[in-house]
């Protein structure tokens, strides 16, 4: 860890130190730059960590193995506190002074509010924030990222719930917690819609604002309804809360978390209480036996001895993997701008990552990477599928909402 923590703090410290003239997107002839905008010291730093660092590490393993054919990838990364002028700022430095090709953006409040500037600038964007706002490259040409959108998850959540209801007296009843932020927000006219179409009831909001101190006036509020699924968009650091308030009242209601929410972290910041809960997910846990796992685990147990991998270092893997193979095409083509590596994205059909995530598939009128995830348990302190692959169909009902 300390080697990792030292070469973000020196990434950052360059980036700190001056503006330079506007972005031309030249890279040096065997150095290719690429950006990374992300919460190291914010309400969501326990994802931003894990995050880059898996990313940092993808990229080391990258460059130990041949880089972008032969060149090398360089990460510039700036910790944006999860605050967006921060972020903002942080983009324009990138993009204004770094003269980066493309950059990763975590925080989807800074992403939505760079959403037009991104279109004018024509920066190839992967984001975290998984909205699937960003998927419509009519309206988003330059955005990408590497899963199924925050409301696709949330419908297939919905529809595993459904499908394992056996009660044909009612329909099954669900609330949804959140932070009162886009982020919070983002899924909630989707997945209400859809619920009310399948036959999932759907009662009360409870917002749960970061950082999570206490929630218990909340889960009181959510527990007069009494549903039987509660779905937790959150983080661990603030989700662990959440679940252990639940366990001290003695709630029943049984927790399904999104994305964010669900990774191994919130097991050991839980104390036991994430026990029994659900998440769904379609990014690898650490250490499952996939073929693109033994690389990841590899890397982790030589560089990181002793720490807890999560499949959010997973994740930040895949996004480097994804990544480097659009840089690779556009490279190869002899087009290594932001739009040859958009349309090196747009040649995606069905990339495999060894397991690490489903096949993810881009074209130009689509940004939908992949619509399938799986439904996990956490059973003695291990993420469990109970699931195989669930996908929705591409129909273009929710598309870009």
């Not at 329909?171 to 819609?193: A, E, M, S, T, W």
């Not at 509660?230 to 679940?243: C, D, E, F, K, Q």
């Not at 104390?271 to 998440?279: I, V």
Request: hydrophobic share 40%; glycine share 8%; net charge positive.
């Amino acid at each position: 860890m300390k080697k990792w923590k030292i070469g973000v703090v020196v990434a950052a410290v360059v980036l700190a130190f001056g503006l330079g003239p506007a972005a031309t997107h030249a890279v040096a002839a065997d150095v290719i730059k690429w950006g990374v905008l992300i919460d190291l010291s914010g309400p969501t730093s326990d994802w931003g960590k894990n995050q880059v660092k898996g990313q940092l590490d993808a990229t080391r393993w990258l460059n130990e193995h041949g880089g972008i054919n032969g060149k090398k990838l360089k990460l510039l990364v700036i910790d944006d506190g999860y605050k967006v002028p921060r972020g903002v700022a942080g983009y324009n430095r990138l993009v204004d002074s770094e003269n980066v090709v493309g950059l990763y953006i975590q925080s989807t409040g800074t992403t939505m509010t760079l959403r037009k500037k991104i279109v004018s600038d024509g920066v190839v964007t992967i984001a975290a924030s998984f909205t699937s706002k960003f998927q419509n490259p009519a309206k988003t040409p330059f955005s990408f990222f590497v899963s199924p959108s925050y409301a696709t998850m949330g419908r297939i959540a919905l529809r595993w719930i459904k499908d394992t209801w056996d009660d044909s007296s009612r329909n099954p009843k669900i609330c949804f917690l959140y932070p009162d932020n886009k982020y919070g927000r983002d899924i909630l006219k989707v997945c209400k819609d859809y619920a009310k179409k399948i036959g999932v009831d759907v009662g009360p909001d409870q917002v749960i604002n970061w950082p999570t101190k206490d929630a218990t006036v909340q889960l009181m509020n959510m527990k007069r309804y009494n549903p039987d699924w509660a779905y937790i968009t959150s983080t661990a650091m603030n989700g662990a809360v959440i679940l252990k308030n639940a366990r001290s009242l003695g709630i029943k209601t049984k927790f399904i978390s999104n994305i964010r929410n669900f990774e191994e972290t919130l097991i050991t910041l839980s104390g036991g209480a994430s026990e029994g809960t659900y998440g769904v997910h379609p990014i690898a846990p650490y250490g499952a036996p996939v073929p693109g796992m033994k690389k990841v685990v590899q890397s982790h147990e030589s560089w990181h001895p002793g720490e807890m991998g999560t499949n959010v270092y997973v994740e930040g893997w895949v996004n480097i993997l994804c990544a480097s193979q659009a840089l690779r095409l556009a490279d190869k083509a002899g087009d290594l701008t932001p739009v040859g590596i958009r349309k090196a994205f747009e040649q995606f059909k069905d990339f495999k990552t060894g397991g690490l995530a489903p096949p993810l598939t881009f074209t130009s009128t689509d940004h939908r990477a992949s619509m399938a995830a799986k439904i996990y348990t956490i059973k003695d302190n291990r993420m469990i599928a109970v699931s195989d692959w669930i996908e929705l169909p591409k129909t273009m009902e929710y598309f870009g909402k």
